[in-house]
C-alpha cells in the first residue's frame, strides 16, 4: 500500500516517510521537532517535522541521478547517509533505513539492508553498519540477484499476483535465513494468514509457492548457488 501511495505521489513525502520508519522500526532514529538539528530559516516549508521534511528531499533528489548498479547504488545510499547527518536529520547513521526508503522509490532491481538479510546472505561482514551495507551489495551483486529478481518475476507476473515484487520475495527468504521468520511461532502466524485467505486466493499462493520453489530452492543466493543466465 505505501509503494502504491509513493508512486502515486511521486515521491516521498513526511506523513509517508514516517509510515514506512514506524513500521520497520527506525523512526526513533530521525530526530523528532524537539531534538532536531536541522537549521531552520524563514519560509523553508519544513513544517513541525524537520528531520523528516529535509531527509524527503534528500532522498528525492537522489532518485533523479539513481546509479544502474547495486554496488553503485550502494554508494550512493552512504551518500545519503553523510548528507542526512550533515544536515542535522539523525546523529547516528541511517544506513538499514535509508536503503528501505529508496526502496519505495526505486524499487526495481533493488532490495533492502538489514541486519537479518545480511546474516541470511552469509558473508564475511565487516564491524560497521555503513561498510556492512556495501559489502552486503556487493555480494547480492557477485551472486546474481538482479538476474535472479528479474526471472522470478517473470513467473510472478504470471500468476494472479502480477505486480508483487519478487525482490520482496528474496528479502523475505534472505530475513527467515537470518533469523527473522523461520521460527516456530512466525511459521504458525503465516499458516494462520493463509488459512483466513479467499480460498481462490489462498489456492493461487500455495501454486505460486510451489512453483517458485521448484524453479529455485531455498539455496538461491547462497555462495555458489546456480547463476541465471544473463
Not at 501511495?5 to 514506512?20: A, E, K, Q
Not at 547513521?93 to 545480511?118: E, G, I, N
Request: with cysteine.
Amino acid at each position: 500500500a505505501r509503494l502504491h501511495v509513493v508512486r502515486s505521489t511521486g515521491n516521498l513525502t513526511v506523513p509517508v516517510l514516517r509510515s514506512i520508519a514506524l513500521e520497520y522500526n527506525v523512526t526513533r532514529l530521525i530526530l523528532g521537532a524537539e531534538k532536531s538539528e536541522v537549521v531552520r530559516e524563514d519560509g523553508d516549508g519544513l513544517g513541525d517535522d524537520p528531520s523528516a521534511a529535509r531527509l524527503c528531499a534528500i532522498l528525492n533528489a537522489a532518485r533523479a541521478s539513481w546509479p544502474g548498479t547495486l554496488p553503485e547504488r550502494a554508494k550512493a545510499c552512504l551518500h545519503i547517509v553523510d548528507e542526512a547527518k550533515r544536515q542535522g536529520v539523525a546523529k547516528k547513521d541511517l544506513a538499514s533505513a535509508t536503503t528501505k526508503f529508496m526502496w519505495f522509490l526505486q524499487p526495481s532491481d533493488w532490495t533492502v539492508f538489514d541486519r537479518f538479510a545480511k546474516d541470511g546472505l552469509g558473508f564475511k561482514a565487516p564491524v560497521k553498519a555503513r561498510d556492512q551495507m556495501l559489502t552486503f551489495y556487493e555480494a547480492l551483486d557477485a551472486r546474481g540477484f538482479v538476474a535472479q529478481a528479474k526471472e522470478m518475476q517473470q513467473l510472478v507476473d504470471d500468476s494472479p499476483f502480477r505486480g508483487l515484487p519478487a525482490t520482496r520475495i528474496l528479502d523475505t527468504l534472505l530475513m527467515a535465513r537470518g533469523g527473522r521468520g523461520d521460527d516456530e511461532a512466525s511459521i504458525a502466524m503465516l499458516r494462520g494468514f493463509v488459512a483466513v485467505l479467499p480460498e481462490t486466493i489462498r489456492e493461487a499462493a500455495k501454486a505460486l509457492a510451489t512453483t517458485l520453489q521448484l524453479r529455485f530452492g531455498h539455496d538461491v543466493l547462497k555462495p555458489d548457488a546456480r547463476k541465471t543466465a544473463a
